[in-house]
């Protein structure tokens, strides 16, 4: 799904900027300035975004001094049993705008938030939705591979590979597609679209994936609890699926210390 991949706005009385626009012509603002913005600016234009099955809006925003784009998503969908055009089937299935709120608040206490759109709840057009600050990109993931691009420094490249590979395991991620990854012209990794995370699965989907690790993001992994994860998601996320979270969290712990164990910590972690 394309939920962020669109033009940026920036500036009362610039005109739109493409894809590919400058990072220069981000707003130098912190995360509560920009939440502050996505809460209270009014909304002056609107476009629904062909792509994605969830069909997302663009929004323009506007407070008067400054206008941003930011992507609306209020998809809030619970079905106990979805059968998918490839033949498997999925019970207590969600697809739900909350998890990318709930992403974004996780992503921060894992150490993780630089590679997450500030993201709040807001409601608009009498929904209540996920509306999360637009991202100057050059490529999603699928673009990159298609043109054949590859980045200048493939070390660092693949740090942010690793980092967002153990967020997918943590999260449970079922619609890990490539448009779902943002890259900007410095080449900065962007995570967008978690709505169908969040699964209540306490085993990892893809623990091969799991080949090195950032020890900052091991640290925090060890310090998660239980308690600032109700916290910084109530309302968005259920008793079950917390649980699922803190056993996938255990399980990838584990998992990197015993790949420690068998290859040394230089081998692993980075």
Not at 15 to 20: C, H, L, M, T
Not at 84 to 113: C, M, P
Request: proline fraction near 3%; charge should be negative; glycine fraction near 6%.
């Amino acid at each position: 799904m394309l939920a962020l991949a669109a033009a940026l706005f920036w500036g009362a009385t610039t005109s739109i900027i493409a894809q590919n626009g400058s990072l220069k012509d981000e707003p130098n603002l912190t995360e509560e300035q920009k939440k502050e913005f996505l809460h209270t600016a009014r909304v002056v234009g609107s476009k629904q975004l062909g792509k994605g099955i969830t069909h997302p809006w663009r929004l323009t925003l506007s407070d008067g001094a400054l206008t941003h784009d930011a992507a609306f998503q209020s998809v809030d969908e619970h079905k106990t049993s979805m059968e998918f055009a490839h033949g498997t089937t999925e019970l207590n299935f969600k697809d739900s705008y909350r998890f990318n709120i709930a992403a974004y608040e996780l992503a921060k206490l894992v150490g993780l938030g630089d590679m997450m759109p500030v993201t709040v709840e807001r409601k608009w057009n009498g929904n209540s939705g996920a509306l999360a600050w637009w991202i100057p990109w050059k490529w999603d993931e699928g673009m990159r591979v298609k043109e054949g691009v590859h980045p200048p420094d493939l070390d660092a490249w693949n740090k942010q590979m690793y980092r967002k590979r153990v967020f997918a395991q943590l999260v449970y991620d079922t619609d890990p597609n490539l448009t779902n990854l943002l890259i900007t012209e410095d080449w900065k990794i962007w995570m967008i679209d978690f709505t169908r995370a969040f699964r209540l699965q306490h085993d990892l989907q893809n623990p091969e994936d799991l080949v090195m690790c950032d020890r900052h993001l091991l640290e925090k992994l060890r310090q998660l609890n239980v308690t600032e994860v109700q916290e910084k998601t109530a309302g968005h996320l259920t008793k079950g699926e917390i649980q699922g979270v803190m056993a996938r969290r255990d399980k990838i712990v584990k998992h990197f210390e015993t790949l420690v164990a068998q290859k040394g910590e230089g081998a692993v972690l980075y």
